[in-house]
């Protein structure tokens, strides 16, 4: 039979179990739905997203100094994320002036160079399934394309974040020479390039994460009711629900806004 000849992997449910997908899937919306209607909660929903992003960054961290994770594995943790921007105004990308703006950039910096690392040289070191690794659509394995794309993707990221963090030293700088003045809009503001490159994000970052576990037929990752896993979905649920209800309740879905395009106001 067909289905005698698929090679199946034991996945981490700890790691990327179905409740803590979910859960993760339903925070990548709640920024989302954040950036586009609740703004004034941007700074903390930065936080929270940030806090989740460094424990699993921690995670991977510690899987490779072990030696107990696989390269399809760090895959799957770079789609994860990178679910959705933490912006659609550009506000707050660059900004160094609080604490959690810095570990922001540090992380990113990081992230940046982990996986330049990952692609160059980890991917080779790392621990070797009985299976062919899937990375991405197309069955792309760990020899394909997709490192060569992975490796342009990193090294780009890296020269991005060291410039953000330049540049940001640099606006701080000015903003203490000026008295650190801030202005204040009237209407929410959002940026249409950076919505639509968000919700793209989103999208693929769910259905890649997806795809890489069915394709690497990936066991013991699909069963929620484990409370590990149910822990993680009903976070993201009760993250995702306390969002959407002022957006439909409390009139945020036509409350009017600012429409940029490249930084351009068209409204």
Same mark, same amino acid.
């Given at each position: 039979?067909?289905?005698?000849?698929?090679?199946?992997?034991?996945?981490?449910?700890?790691?990327?179990?179905?409740?803590?997908?979910?859960?993760?899937?339903?925070?990548?919306?709640?920024?989302?739905?954040?950036?586009?209607?609740?703004?004034?909660?941007?700074?903390?929903?930065?936080?929270?997203?940030?806090?989740?992003?460094?424990?699993?960054?921690?995670?991977?961290?510690?899987?490779?100094?072990?030696?107990?994770?696989?390269?399809?594995?760090?895959?799957?943790?770079?789609?994860?994320?990178?679910?959705?921007?933490?912006?659609?105004?550009?506000?707050?990308?660059?900004?160094?002036?609080?604490?959690?703006?810095?570990?922001?950039?540090?992380?990113?910096?990081?992230?940046?160079?982990?996986?330049?690392?990952?692609?160059?040289?980890?991917?080779?070191?790392?621990?070797?399934?009985?299976?062919?690794?899937?990375?991405?659509?197309? !069955?792309? %394995? *760990?020899?394909?394309?997709? &490192?060569t794309f $992975?490796?342009?993707?990193?090294?780009?990221?890296? /020269?991005? @974040?060291?410039?953000?963090?330049?540049? !940001?030293? %640099? *606006?701080?700088?000015?903003? &203490?020479?000026? $008295?650190?003045?801030?202005?204040?809009?009237?209407? /929410?503001? @959002?940026?249409?390039?950076?919505?639509?490159?968000?919700?793209?994000?989103?999208?693929?970052?769910?259905?890649?994460?997806?795809?890489?576990?069915?394709?690497?037929?990936?066991?013991?990752?699909?069963?929620?009711?484990?409370?590990?896993?149910?822990?993680?979905?009903?976070?993201?649920?009760?993250?995702?629900?306390?969002?959407?209800?002022?957006?439909?309740?409390?009139?945020r879905l036509?409350?009017?806004?600012?429409?940029?395009?490249f930084g351009?106001?068209?409204?």
């Open positions: 039979m067909e289905s005698a000849d698929i090679c199946v992997m034991e996945g981490n449910a700890d790691f990327y179990g179905i409740g803590i997908r979910l859960g993760l899937y339903a925070q990548s919306i709640t920024t989302l739905l954040v950036t586009l209607f609740t703004q004034e909660e941007e700074g903390l929903n930065r936080t929270l997203n940030l806090l989740l992003q460094l424990a699993i960054f921690a995670g991977t961290l510690l899987l490779t100094q072990t030696g107990d994770i696989h390269a399809f594995e760090v895959v799957i943790v770079f789609w994860l994320l990178v679910g959705s921007l933490s912006s659609l105004t550009g506000d707050g990308l660059m900004s160094i002036d609080s604490f959690s703006g810095v570990c922001r950039l540090l992380f990113y910096l990081a992230l940046s160079a982990y996986g330049s690392w990952f692609w160059f040289v980890g991917a080779d070191t790392m621990q070797q399934p009985k299976c062919t690794e899937i990375l991405f659509f197309g !069955g792309s %394995t *760990i020899d394909g394309w997709f &490192r $992975g490796k342009a993707i990193a090294i780009i990221g890296l /020269a991005v @974040t060291s410039g953000m963090l330049v540049w !940001g030293v %640099t *606006i701080y700088a000015k903003k &203490r020479g000026k $008295g650190n003045q801030r202005s204040s809009h009237r209407r /929410a503001q @959002t940026e249409i390039t950076l919505m639509f490159l968000s919700i793209a994000m989103t999208v693929l970052s769910i259905v890649a994460t997806e795809y890489v576990i069915r394709a690497n037929h990936l066991s013991d990752v699909d069963d929620i009711f484990v409370v590990g896993q149910i822990l993680a979905f009903l976070v993201g649920l009760f993250q995702l629900l306390n969002t959407l209800i002022p957006i439909f309740f409390k009139g036509w409350a009017p806004r600012c429409w940029l395009l351009r106001h068209l409204t």
